[in-house]
């Protein structure tokens, strides 16, 4: 019948919506950024780690959540748009499948171009995004560990990118890494808050159900805040990306004083952080242009 979906088309489309689409740029823009800024140039390793970064490696991030978070997905009120989809069981193999096909080939070809320490933030960063999710480790299920290995999801690949190139490890180096550490612990701790109720029902823990909506809230405002105070430490005229840090800092404003039923009101600051990272996308890489042309 025209009006049924062709099997194929219907995987691809439930493969890609399980990738998260929207959040492509978060993983594949820090790698790019680093390599290039770290003076690695338009090479293989770039278009390589950038496609890999974009896709597949939000594909084995996304998808193996998707298909281990099946059972507290169909609780939550906010899948099933831009910020994940319900997985259907029909999918689960299929999806596991192409995360394994997909990345192994960019992950092979990345370990031979690579070097020693490249290659063990490439296993850092793999295993990290595997045990977040997977079952008999579920890092996601383990307060404050879980910002932390959702930090390194985003922020590995900027080291990864580093590692490629060989870079000096200055301090306004050191101190960008941790700030964008914090910042992704901070933003990883402020989306678990929406989420308090029906972690809870289903039985999973997070930082947001260990210290509850309030607290939770005004910690990712005090994460950001640090971040934004390391920022200052990357010189002239790096230094001026600490004023990013504001707009995330004003949008946890509302919710500092939310009590755990109104944990779904905090969605609402979810979204606007979704389309906050494209603006300070924007603006950072104004920056690196800057920056590029003033060294």
Not at 42 to 52: F, K, Q, R
Not at 90 to 107: G, K, Q
Not at 153 to 175: K, M, T
Request: proline share 4%; charged share 15%; with cysteine.
């Amino acid at each position: 019948m025209s009006g049924e979906r062709h099997p194929v088309s219907e995987g691809l489309r439930n493969l890609i919506g399980s990738s998260r689409p929207v959040s492509w740029i978060n993983t594949a823009y820090p790698f790019a950024a680093a390599y290039i800024m770290a003076g690695g140039g338009m090479t293989v390793e770039l278009v390589i780690g950038t496609l890999w970064f974009l896709i597949p490696y939000n594909l084995l991030m996304y998808g193996v959540n998707d298909v281990f978070d099946y059972e507290s997905d169909l609780r939550n009120p906010r899948k099933g748009g831009i910020e994940g989809v319900v997985l259907s069981k029909r999918w689960h193999r299929l999806t596991i499948i192409a995360a394994i096909v997909t990345n192994l080939p960019f992950i092979i070809a990345l370990v031979i171009m690579g070097n020693a320490l490249s290659t063990v933030v490439l296993g850092i960063s793999v295993f990290a995004v595997i045990a977040y999710s997977a079952r008999g480790l579920r890092f996601k299920e383990k307060p404050v560990l879980d910002s932390a290995t959702s930090a390194t999801h985003f922020v590995s690949p900027a080291v990864f990118g580093l590692a490629l190139v060989g870079a000096d490890w200055s301090a306004a180096i050191i101190c960008a890494l941790v700030a964008f550490f914090l910042w992704g612990m901070a933003s990883q701790a402020f989306g678990a808050i929406q989420d308090i109720q029906a972690d809870r029902e289903a039985e999973i823990s997070s930082v947001a159900t260990w210290l509850g909506a309030r607290a939770t809230a005004r910690a990712a405002a005090a994460g950001y805040s640090i971040a934004g105070l390391l920022l200052l430490g990357t010189g002239w005229p790096g230094a001026l990306s600490a004023l990013l840090v504001l707009p995330y800092v004003a949008n946890t404003i509302p919710y500092l004083n939310l009590s755990d039923e109104q944990c779904e009101e905090a969605n609402r600051g979810w979204r606007r952080f979704i389309w906050l990272n494209l603006l300070s996308g924007f603006l950072l890489t104004q920056l690196f242009i800057w920056i590029a042309y003033a060294s």
